[in-house]
């Protein structure tokens, strides 16, 4: 067929590292809320394996990294190895497609309650300052502000999960930067208000975190590494008053490590889920960083085709579009009509219902 000869730009091929890319339609990292007990479930296989296509890059759900980085119901871990196990037969069923499966490892910071923490205790992050009440609809619990001795043990939380999921058979790892989580949290000036080393000037604000991507670098190598940032978010209130200069600033350092890829949340999704007018632009990051640039926040088939072929980003990131069309590559090359997705079934703990019922194209692959 006439798309199949002539690709739109999104169904190019890319090599991405050691990496074949038979197109640049990525599935985002996608919390569903439904690891029972922090384990990976059966029905994750096919969740994943619908989604994965032969060339085609995934990146898990956010999957924790130790028992104090939780801050949501049934979100998958990676620090057990009874949860490593777990996630071998969702990763192999991905492979068996040539699928491409990275896992996002994740530590949420402040924004968690003493429910989820180990013996109660306070959520911990860079700073003692809590996120509102209320906000995103929960009771986050006031934060505990750690030590710079402590960070040590979280940077190692984050190497060691990496490690697992190497283990588990993940082709690589991604760093949750982003959305203002423990990592965004020691990065945005709105947030860090310490007065040691890691605190105070953006040099100082982005040591912990590359401190994290040094030690995982180190532990499984550079060209299995990705990292997700959002210097111009605000999600739960990480806000920092020179997004620009921070995003640039990271761009260049990640350079120094040699990572894979910075997949990189657009200026116009501030907040979750809400698509803003902006001046501001991803470009100046995308010219910076030396790897693979990937986009991601609001996309569409048109936007992400211009993206593509203007050469503002290598790859795009899509998220509800992807989790309510599994064959959404296919649905692109036709430009067939897309099944709407439905936020009220996105964090229901159900096992089928808004997971792996929505419906496929009625067409030959």
Not at 39 to 68: C, K, W
Not at 87 to 94: E, L, M, N, S, Y
Not at 146 to 163: G, H, K, Q
Not at 215 to 232: F, I, T, W
Request: glycine share 8%; aromatic share 10%.
């Amino acid at each position: 067929m006439a798309a199949s000869t002539n690709p739109i730009p999104l169904l190019t091929p890319y090599k991405m590292g050691k990496f074949n890319l038979s197109h640049r339609v990525v599935m985002a990292p996608l919390t569903r809320n439904r690891s029972y007990n922090n384990m990976p479930q059966p029905h994750a296989i096919l969740y994943y394996s619908q989604r994965a296509t032969n060339g085609g890059f995934l990146i898990s759900e956010a999957t924790v990294v130790s028992d104090t980085a939780q801050g949501y119901p049934e979100t998958p871990g990676i620090w057990t190895e009874e949860q490593v196990k777990a996630w071998k037969p969702i990763v192999d069923a991905v492979h068996e497609k040539g699928g491409i499966l990275f896992c996002q490892i994740w530590h949420v910071g402040r924004v968690s309650t003493y429910g989820f923490q180990p013996n109660g205790e306070a959520p911990i992050s860079c700073t003692d300052k809590g996120v509102t009440p209320g906000l995103d609809g929960e009771d986050w619990s006031p934060p505990r502000r750690l030590r710079a001795d402590e960070l040590p043990r979280i940077v190692n939380d984050f190497r060691l999960a990496a490690r697992n999921a190497i283990e588990a058979g993940f082709d690589g790892v991604e760093i949750h930067g982003a959305n203002g989580y423990l990592i965004d949290q020691f990065l945005k000036d709105q947030v860090n208000d310490r007065t040691d080393n890691y605190g105070g000037s953006l040099e100082n604000r982005c040591r912990f975190p590359l401190e994290i991507l040094e030690a995982v670098v180190d532990e499984v190598g550079a060209d299995k590494v990705g990292m997700r940032l959002s210097p111009y978010a605000n999600y739960m209130e990480a806000v920092d008053s020179n997004p620009e200069e921070l995003g640039l600033y990271m761009a260049n350092a990640l350079n120094k490590f040699g990572i894979l890829y910075l997949h990189v949340i657009e200026p116009r999704m501030v907040k979750a889920n809400d698509i803003y007018e902006t001046p501001h632009s991803l470009l100046p990051m995308k010219n910076a960083f030396e790897g693979t640039f990937i986009a991601a926040g609001g996309y569409r088939r048109d936007d992400g085709n211009k993206a593509i072929a203007e050469n503002y980003a290598d790859l795009v990131a899509f998220g509800r579009l992807f989790l309510a069309n599994p064959d959404l590559p296919k649905r692109f090359e036709l430009n067939a009509p897309l099944n709407r997705y439905n936020r009220n079934t996105f964090y229901i703990p159900d096992p089928v219902v808004g997971y792996t019922d929505y419906p496929f194209l009625d067409v030959l692959a």
